[in-house]
């Protein structure tokens, strides 16, 4: 298929859409047939070999140019088409998680992201845009959105957006900040019997240092979440053990707010080697998560789009998960929005939302959010080309 076309004849925008829209459905079977393969095999973070390469090889075949591997991450890939002066990024998801598969729906993701820039591949150049697809690993372990937009893999980009599956509908998606702690504390072995005395109890240290994060929470105010677990405390009930270690996550409802709690926790974890003799380790595994903030204008354009096709009423939501589009969000207008495929029968991160995300109602976010991504970006080329036009005449001289 030829990857450009003329706009049928039409009035502007509303022409422009439903070709569009017709190019999205004509492609049904392949977009379908790509969220059930990368559903099908299920890769981890920094792993999404197969995942990356079929949604390059779909996006080639359509005219696109892609880098893959792009800004310094073996699975991430950096598609384009176009020339527009309004550049739309539409970002793929196609990590899963550990035991569970696609219990978040990913595949979902990168077949909308993928089916939003097939629709506009022909009429990108007419409609003024420079489309990217923007590959991302790691959203759900290792913040690869946050390593991208570092490498510089959103400069230049005037709109980012994607769409995820949930259990509700939601436009204005609104996430916690995230940041990891991990910690690792150590000491001195001994024998609890013979010469308990000489010892340093690290598993000691950390207990002291959960007590006191226990105690802290009555202090924090609502949206502030701590949480981890233990993974090693010893190897014997008859040695003091000589080394602990945990890895935790505190939650904020603003990045502000991150900093302020993390220097908190860290203290509850200081205070477990003061007491006990220890000393400690602590780092961060990866790039904190930024809240979500979607922009007025990408969601006003977004919500009419999704109206138009019939998705249901999205509700009011406070955070409730994290993403590291949030990291983009902050840098890049940006919208996430969620889209109901489980009528609340089930969430991400179960196992029966793994089983959801190759139901119908998972088919039909696929193509209804390839087909209202693409809108959006229609929506906003027309505008910018309006406010330019308008900017013109305003500096003609009279």
């Keep these: 298929m030829s990857p450009t076309e003329p706009l049928p004849q039409g009035t502007g925008p509303t022409a422009a859409k439903e070709a569009v829209r017709t190019r999205v459905l004509a492609l049904r079977t392949e977009l379908l047939a790509l969220s059930r393969r990368i559903h099908a095999h299920p890769e981890t ?113 005037d709109a980012a957006m994607m769409v995820h599956p949930c259990p509700v509908e939601v436009a204005d998606f609104r996430s916690f900040a995230l940041g990891t702690l991990s910690v690792r504390y150590t000491g001195r072995a001994a024998h609890p019997s013979l010469d308990p005395h000489r010892g340093r109890n690290a598993a000691d240290a950390l207990t002291v240092a959960q007590v006191a994060i226990g105690l802290l929470r009555q202090q924090l105010p609502p949206q502030w979440r701590v949480h981890g677990i233990t993974t090693a405390a010893g190897t014997a009930p008859n040695l003091i053990p000589d080394s602990a270690s945990a890895e935790y996550e505190i939650r904020a409802s603003a990045a502000e707010d991150l900093a302020e709690l993390r220097s908190r926790v860290e203290d509850c974890f200081r205070a477990g080697a003061l007491a006990t003799g220890c000393e400690v380790e602590l780092t961060r595994p990866e790039p904190d998560y930024l809240d979500m903030r979607s922009d007025p204008r990408l969601l006003a354009l977004w919500g009419a789009n999704a109206a138009a096709l019939g998705r249901p009423e999205p509700v009011e939501s406070g955070p409730f998960a994290c993403t590291d589009m949030g990291n983009v969000s902050h840098a890049v207008p940006s919208i996430h929005p969620v889209l109901d495929i489980t009528g609340g029968t089930c969430a991400p991160h179960e196992a029966a939302f793994a089983e959801a995300a190759l139901g119908a109602e998972a088919e039909r976010a696929v193509l209804d959010g390839a087909v209202a991504m693409a809108w959006t970006a229609v929506d906003l080329t027309v505008g910018e080309a309006a406010g330019r036009a308008a900017g013109l005449a305003a500096a003609e001289p009279r």
Excluded: M, Q
């Design 45 to 157: 973070a920094f792993e999404e070999h197969l995942a990356a390469a079929w949604c390059a090889e779909l996006l080639r075949g359509h005219g696109y140019s892609v880098t893959a591997p792009a800004h310094g991450l073996a699975t991430a890939f950096d598609a384009r088409l176009g020339s527009g002066p309004v550049t739309v990024a539409l970002v793929c998801e196609y990590d899963a998680l550990p035991g569970l598969g696609h219990a978040c729906g990913h595949n979902l993701i990168a077949a909308a992201g993928i089916g939003a820039a097939l629709g506009l591949a022909p009429y990108a150049d007419e409609l003024g845009l420079t489309v990217r697809v923007i590959g991302a690993p790691a959203e759900e372990r290792g913040a690869g959105k946050a390593l991208l937009l570092e490498a510089g893999a959103f400069d230049g980009v």
